[in-house]
């Protein structure tokens, strides 16, 4: 096929597999994530509630981005519904993302940390939470996309 300036060709080693890139396209879904630490520097992980997709894994707490929603905003909704605390835009520091092609879709996660925000955490969606000290964070079965973000905050932390 001949390329054109519009579409460059790559070359390829033609023992390579198509990687993610290489895939047809998958709808993209836009989600946001708060590894929220308290004062004695442990990490919220919350459990993936029974009829959720992934049910029994345990997550760091966030939501899907609606469409025209800023990610900080969504995530300080996602915050108040899920866990009843209100956090302030300025107390959200981008951190990470993660970039995972799931069997149906492809998931963007940007990862927030959250030192500050009002309230006692009350889990309002039937999940359990914990409170976990960094070196432990990689005993909690995860989903695909959260695994990688534990390294990171590891070495922050």
């Known amino acids: 096929m001949p390329t054109t300036a519009a579409e460059p060709r790559i070359p390829r080693h033609p023992d390579s597999a198509p990687g993610p890139a ?13 590894a929220l630490v308290d004062a004695d520097g442990r990490v919220l992980l919350a459990r993936r509630p029974e009829g959720k997709p992934m049910a029994g894994l345990w997550e760091f707490p966030g939501g899907k981005v609606e469409t025209g929603e800023a990610p900080e905003r969504a995530l300080i909704r996602e915050l108040a519904e899920e866990l009843d ?15 995972h092609a799931y ?10 940390v959250c030192r500050k925000w009002s309230g006692v955490v009350r889990p309002r969606e039937g999940q359990q939470v914990a409170w976990v ?8 079965a995860m989903p695909p996309a959260d695994r990688p973000l534990v390294a990171m905050l590891r070495d922050l932390l």
């Open 103 to 112: 069997h149906d879709f492809h998931l963007f996660m940007a990862l927030y």
């Open 133 to 140: 000290r960094p070196a432990r964070l990689g005993d909690f």
């Open 85 to 99: 605390i209100d956090v302030t835009e300025s107390c959200l520091a981008p951190f990470t993302f993660a970039s």
């Open 22 to 34: 290489c895939r047809p396209s998958l709808p993209l879904v836009l989600v946001v994530a708060c």
